[in-house]
């Protein structure tokens, strides 16, 4: 099993990126599905969580709302997961991974992508 994150870049601050997550493998469910990032010099925080029902949940990272900002979704035919971030600030800036938890042949585990780079210029 893999998950493979995709759609980071460089952006001005007010603008807006889409973040993609694929999981692959021989996968018979995707449970819960997340976002996390990691700034420079801070530790990986959660961003938002999505369970496989569409129940989202956003939380404060770094005491930065993202509520109202990002938008986490997930489409569970394809087995992916999105966050659509607008209104970008240069405070999310930040390595975004991301997360999941997974039924295969080998039990029930959590999943990390490898990340991708999101940089918010001013």
């Known amino acids: 099993v893999q998950l493979q994150a995709s759609g980071g870049g460089r952006v001005q601050a007010g603008g807006s990126l889409r973040l993609s997550c694929a999981a692959t493998?021989?996968?018979?469910?995707?449970?819960?599905m997340a976002w996390y990032r990691q700034a420079p010099g801070k530790q990986r925080a959660l961003v938002a969580r999505?369970?496989?029902?569409?129940?989202?949940?956003?939380?404060?990272s770094y005491g930065d709302s993202v509520k109202g900002r990002f938008t986490i979704s997930r489409d569970n035919a394809e087995k992916m997961v999105y966050l659509q971030m607008d209104s970008l600030k240069p405070e999310d800036t930040a390595v975004y991974y991301c997360?999941?938890?997974?039924?295969?042949?080998?039990?029930?585990?959590?999943?990390w992508g490898k990340g991708t780079q999101v940089t918010v210029s001013s």
């Open positions: 999505i369970s496989n029902d569409g129940t989202a949940n956003y939380v404060d």
């Open positions: 493998g021989i996968i018979f469910s995707v449970n819960d």
């Open positions: 997360w999941a938890v997974v039924t295969s042949p080998v039990g029930v585990r959590e999943y």
